[in-house]
Nanobody, 128 residues
Framework: QVQLEESGGGSAQPGGSLTLSCAASGFTFSNYAMAWVRRFPEKDLEWVSGISSDGRLTYYGDSVKGRFTVSGDNVKNILYLQMDNLKPEDTYVYYC?????????????????????WGQGTEVTVSS
């Protein structure tokens, strides 16, 4: 049974930092690209970042590029999102998601239709 469990959310001030984690189990983590997406109630899902199965390739949405860093630990089976220089508009529930296809490379891997498993989400609030 696939499980994805996010943690690390919370409150931060503008300009601050948070690190999100996503603990994965039930599948061969090192074979699958992973993604972070975010959603605020009553708003659309926004793709944040993605990483290839081997960690060599990373991808970012324009709104977080240069501020967020995605990484993965294929030994501990954990996906991370380091969020720096946080802004109030980063206030969302953040979800990690597993790409359905093994060894998927390229930006097309991170379309919402490509995800087959999701975590329960962790809330991030940025305010002064």
């Amino acid at each position: 049974q696939v499980q994805l469990e996010e943690s690390g959310g919370g409150s931060a001030q503008p300009g601050g930092s948070l690190t999100l984690s996503c603990a994965a189990s039930g599948f061969t983590f090192s074979n699958y690209a992973m993604a972070w997406v975010r959603r605020f109630p009553e708003k659309d899902l926004e793709w944040v970042s993605g990483i290839s199965s081997d960690g060599r390739l990373t991808y970012y949405g324009d709104s977080v590029k240069g501020r967020f860093t995605v990484s993965g630990d294929n030994v501990k089976n954990i996906l991370y999102l380091q969020m720096d220089n946080l802004k109030p508009e980063d206030t969302y529930v953040y979800y990690c998601a597993k790409v359905r296809r093994e060894h998927c490379y390229g930006g097309d891997c991170f379309q919402v239709s490509m995800y087959d498993e999701w975590g329960q989400g962790t809330e991030v609030t940025v305010s002064s």
